[in-house]
């Protein structure tokens, strides 16, 4: 019975789906259409992986950028969150508004909650409450003018939609393993992309000691392997292999084996027992790490459109840290001249087979430039089939500056003509931040000048507020007319903070 109501579950879902076209070409391109957003910024992802992470469920607070929307006067978005946020928060960010009166905005903002903080993906907690969903079924007027946002589409998403209603613009859950460690090697591989040597698609613990034997034999001065899980989280899912010390010939094997405990992983507090769990649940992929004396990590973001056209976004360049460089940490805006139409290119035929399988919605391409005589050599890494970390910061400079990206040169005008560049972060940390509260937080960057300037459209806004008082851990996007103001901004920022978290 639980397969046919699997079955039942997908046809009703394409059903649904079915309706988004229709509804991006009458509804999208109107600002003055009436239409409901519900957004879900659940991080519908391994649970265990997600407790790893400091203050994971203020993380729901990245896709505030969709409060954006309601710049748009028949806008209504209704939002979801674990826990309530702050009424400081959301009126920090309905302020930001361009040309909108803040109590207009919020008539037309509901904020739902499940007062549920337990480390589990919101729409799980959504889906234990039926009374909830009645109440956000109950807001949505019209559903022929409705759909779902969301950061990542499981199959919980799917059946909250389903109870709702209203399609998901997100890539059907059916297609979610392309996004995973093993799904975007066999993709990058098809569109003649460089990928490191490795293997993908292991399921237990004999695979990834068989993978990184292979890597050895094939490269005996091989010194790093990454052991990646197939459903990561901003880095957290690897962990590196040291080959110093390792013998040659037959005893190769159990000297690797004896050393898979003692790897170096990214997530805090994961040891090999529950990282091995990991790989048996989800699946793993190991590949060389890759070396070079100058080195960096661009990405290129897309979006494939409900009438199945791809579209370029944006490119990064990738701030990096933990062991080995393997955790997100940032990004800035755009990725550098020499070679970002580069990485925008290179990822299109990608995009094109992912748009041919029926892929939708946003996603993300990585990649690891190395420096050689002849240029940039990329390596693809990853495809984040989501809303990643780059998508906020640039959504939150096109709402507030109105401009658009130019993919003939890789930037962003603003509406006034001139460009913008912006330094983003989603780990500002800092145990002297602790106990900051919100409204601390926005009268320092008045005091500082550093706020966002409706005016001149640049300066400092803010997410992940809900984490500073508790964690010390806040957002940031730095928005400037060149690189070197948004670098400003944001070591204004870390000095103001600095300043402030220690002054009585």
Known sequence: MADIRRDDERQSFAALQAQLPEQFRRVFPDPAAPRTVVVVPSLSMDAGVLAKVSGVHHYEERMFCFL??????????????????APDVVDYFLSLLPGIDPADALARLTLLACHDATARPLTAKILERP?????????????????MACFNVTDMELRLALCLGIPIYGCDPEHLHLGGKSGSRKLFRAAGLLVPPGYEDLRDEADVTDALVALRQAQPDLRRAVVKLNEGFSGDGNA????????DGAALRAWIAAHLPHMEFAAHGMGWEEF????????????????GAVKRSPSAQYRINPLGALEVISTHEQVLGGADGQVFLGCRFPALDDDRLDIQAMGVPVGEDLARRGGLGRFGIDYIAVKEATGWRHYAIEINLRKGGTTHPFMMLRYLTSGVYDTD??????????????????????????????RDLFDMAEAHGIRFDEQRQTGVVFHLIGALSQFGKLGAV???????????????????????????
Request: hydrophobic share 45%.
């Open 478 to 504: 730095c928005v400037g007319r060149s690189r070197e103001e948004a670098e400003h901004l944001y070591d204004a920022t870390i000095a103001m903070l600095e300043a402030e978290a220690t002054r009585p």
């Open 276 to 291: 091995k769990s990991k790989i048996a649940a989800m699946g793993a992929i190991v590949e060389v790490f890759v070396d």
């Open 240 to 247: 590196i292999f040291r080959f110093a010390g390792a013998p």
């Open 409 to 438: 040169t890789g930037l962003f005008h603003a509406a006034d003509g001139a460009p913008r560049y912006y330094r983003a972060s989603d780990n500002i940390v800092s145990e002297a931040y602790r106990g900051l509260t919100p």
């Open 131 to 147: 009374r909830l969903m009645a109440r956000i079924a109950s807001l949505i007027d019209d559903r022929s003018a409705a759909h």
């Open 68 to 85: 954006m929307l309601l710049q748009y006067p028949a806008t209504r978005v209704i939002y979801l969150t674990s826990e309530l946020v």
